[in-house]
């Protein structure tokens, strides 16, 4: 079973959280400001790769923010 980190160091395999919506950054099943919160703590840490291209970067923010601002669907 492949695990894969979901913010806040929050592991997820495909069982466990398989609709977790990628801007939920706290893993707490709501998208709200606490989210925006804990990715730009992990960003500051460089911590907070959301495109998963190995960096942390401003590509990061930007789709996290895009992400954010649609909405989970």
């Not at 989210?35 to 960003?43: C, Q």
Request: aromatic residues 8%; charged residues 30%; negative net charge.
């Amino acid at each position: 079973m492949r695990v894969v980190l979901r913010g806040d160091g929050v592991a997820c395999g495909a069982d466990t959280c398989p609709d977790m919506c990628a801007c939920d950054w706290n893993g707490d099943g709501t998208l709200d400001t606490e989210d925006i919160s804990a990715f730009l703590e992990d960003f500051r840490m460089g911590d907070a790769d959301f495109n998963h291209d190995g960096t942390t970067d401003r590509e990061d923010l930007v789709a996290f923010l895009e992400c954010y601002i649609h909405g989970c669907r």
